[in-house]
Structure formats: C-alpha cells, structure tokens
C-alpha cells in the first residue's frame, strides 16, 4: 500500500507540471510538438524528460503537448516561453539537447543552438 501511495503521489505531481493553470503567464512554459512526425522522432522521451527534469530541478513550470508547429524536417521541437519574454522554438531537441535547454537557457536566459527562427507574424501585428 505504501508503494502505490508513492506512486500516485509522484504521478500527481508530473500531471501537476502538465496542467497548471492558474497564472500561466508567471511560469516557464514548454510546449512539446506531438504530431505522428514529432512521436516518430521521439518527442515522447523528449516530454517525459521534461517533466521528470523539471519537477526535479523544482522548475516552477507547465510542460504541455501540442499539435504540429509546422517544423516537420526539425522534428523533436519544442516552445519555450519564459515569463517576460517572446517564446523560443528549439529543433531537434533529444535528451541531451533538452538538458541543455533546462540548464542554459530555462535557468540562466542564455541562448543555445537550435533556435527555429520565427517565420510568421500574428494578425494581431498586421493591424
């Protein structure tokens, strides 16, 4: 009884990280892209290692999936937005790429390679 009590109580706190919602504008946020391409590329570690990596580094963060962000030939990718500034996207982000982005550029603001450059504008803008 005591391992299942251990059990749900990690498992609380990894869907914690997942759907925190209340002020998420004042939290790290990461969306992992997990389209048929991006699962194929291994997304799926890539978000459980956020999550795990997260809630062990005592991340205040909301790591969420997404559908396709429209970067099929940089597949796993992910969206990073820290609270006061414009979000990132990283292309082929494997574990070890995705620890680098907690350390550097989560924790310290300081950029890493494989940045996707922004290619679109909101309609918002054009206005």
């Known amino acids: ?3 299942l009590k251990k059990m749900k109580g ?3 706190s990894k869907i914690a990280l997942r759907e925190k ?3 998420p504008e004042g939290r790290v946020q990461v ?3 997990m389209a048929t391409c991006g699962i194929a590329s291994g997304a799926k570690e890539v978000m459980e290692y956020m999550v795990d990596e997260m809630d062990k580094r005592n991340i205040d963060a909301i790591v969420t999936q997404t559908g396709c962000m429209g970067y099929c030939y940089a597949e796993p990718t992910i969206e990073v937005n820290l609270p006061g500034h414009e979000p990132l996207v990283f292309g082929y982000v494997d574990i070890k790429k995705a620890d680098e982005i907690i350390e550097k550029y989560i924790r310290n603001q300081e950029l890493v390679e494989g940045i996707i450059p922004m290619n679109y504008q909101t309609i918002e803008k054009n206005k």
Request: aromatic share 0%.
């Open 1 to 3: 009884m005591a391992d």
């Open 10 to 12: 990690e498992l609380q």
């Open 21 to 23: 919602s209340d002020k």
């Open 31 to 33: 969306k992992v892209a």
